[in-house]
Nanobody
Framework: QVQLVESGGGLVQPGGSLRLSCAAP????????MGWYRQASGKQRELVAT???????NYADSVKGRFTISRDNAKNTVYLQMNSLKPEDTAVYYC?????????????WGQGTQVTVSS
């Protein structure tokens, strides 16, 4: 059983910042693309950002310019720095690790961490 361990969620006022962290096993982190997804109440889970082992990033349009994904290979940890937070960023945020081999995608998920943006 692969464990992705998340931390860093919480309550923040609009315009504030939070940083999420996700630690992965070495054998996963060194090979898999890491990312963050989120799911707001009553909505489908959506992509927030991903980062490849080579450091190539991809962001949802809704977070571009406000969120930054990064990875620390020495700590097997991926981060999501969230700035200028808005109420619509409120959701459960999930860490994801995925790998595609001969067209088959393997996914691992963290347990989720709640982010609430409210005054």
């Amino acid at each position: 059983q692969v464990q992705l361990v998340e931390s860093g969620g919480g309550l923040v006022q609009p315009g504030g910042s939070l940083r999420l962290s996700c630690a992965a096993p070495t054998n996963i982190f060194s090979v898999y693309t890491m990312g963050w997804y989120r799911q707001a109440s009553g909505k489908q889970r959506e992509l927030v950002a991903t980062i490849t082992t080579g450091g190539i990033t991809n962001y949802a349009d809704s977070v571009k310019g406000r969120f930054t994904i990064s990875r620390d290979n020495a700590k097997n940890t991926v981060y999501l720095q969230m700035n200028s937070l808005k109420p619509e960023d409120t959701a459960v945020y999930y860490c994801n690790a995925y790998f595609v081999n001969i067209g088959i995608r393997t996914n691992y998920w963290g347990q989720g961490t709640q982010v609430t943006v409210s005054s």
